[in-house]
């Protein structure tokens, strides 16, 4: 089983900029995507960004533009994903979950509240 565990969450006003972070522990062998999920009050859980283990990355079309192609990185061998949030709008105030993909079976954190403050 996987644990994940984040951090780095937190009040932050528009423009502003955060830096999340998520290390897996336990069974981590087999890792392969991981990634950032975030869920606002009332909506889906939707994807903000992802890595594959060789560092190919994907966004939401709602962050492109604001997040760079490096501000999702990860760090194989401490088994560590990181987002580097930029020009945060209040539109981004949504608990975020990390994810991680072992054998095909998603694995989650449990959550990290983002808030952004006009």
């Known amino acids: 089983q996987v644990q994940l565990v984040e951090s780095g969450g937190g009040l932050v006003q528009a423009g502003g900029s955060l830096r999340l972070s998520c290390a897996a522990s336990?069974?981590?062998?087999?890792?392969?995507?991981m990634g950032w999920y975030r869920q606002a009050p009332g909506k889906q859980r939707d994807l903000v960004a992802f890595?594959?283990?060789?560092?190919?990355?994907?966004?939401?079309d709602s962050v492109k533009g604001r997040f760079t192609i490096s501000s999702i990185s990860r760090d194989n061998a401490k088994n560590t994903v990181f987002l580097q949030m930029n020009s945060l709008k209040p539109e981004d105030t949504a608990v975020y979950y990390c994810?991680?993909?072992?054998?095909?079976?998603?694995?989650w954190g449990q959550g990290n509240q983002v808030t952004v403050s006009a």
């Open positions: 336990g069974s981590t062998s087999g890792i392969s995507g």
């Open positions: 994810s991680a993909n072992r054998w095909g079976y998603d694995n």
């Open positions: 890595i594959s283990i060789g560092g190919t990355t994907n966004y939401a």
